[in-house]
């Protein structure tokens, strides 16, 4: 799962693909929340074996997606993506939420 801030602006992924494309790729973002499906025009480099992917989205706090990022017909990468304005390494899936006892 890849943590994302909410932006309005470009956004870099990094991942270890299952290859490495020789062509264009397409970034397919799919929100678990509204069931929409998203295709931002995307760039890639590949930087000491991993892959970086770029493209520009705007992410609301809290969202969650599918991220599917092919080349023709191949998948190259596939996994989902949370929202968050909180550290990575802070994340509490309840924080901000109080239980009664």
């Given at each position: 799962m890849k943590v994302i801030t909410p932006t309005t602006g470009n956004t870099d992924i990094t991942i270890i693909p299952r290859f490495?494309?020789?062509?264009?790729?397409?970034?397919?973002?799919?929100?678990?929340?509204?069931?929409v499906t998203t295709t931002p025009a995307?760039?890639?480099?590949?930087?000491?074996?991993?892959?970086?992917?770029s493209f520009t989205q705007t992410f609301v706090d809290k969202d969650k997606h599918q991220?599917?990022?092919?080349e023709g017909t191949n998948v190259v990468y596939r996994g989902k993506t949370i929202t968050t304005s909180q550290e990575p390494q802070d994340f509490k899936l309840t924080e901000g939420l109080y239980y009664y006892e």
């Open positions: 490495y494309p020789t062509t264009a790729v397409v970034v397919s973002l799919f929100n678990e929340a509204s069931q995307a760039t890639y480099a590949i930087l000491n074996g991993e892959m970086v992917v991220i599917k990022i092919t």
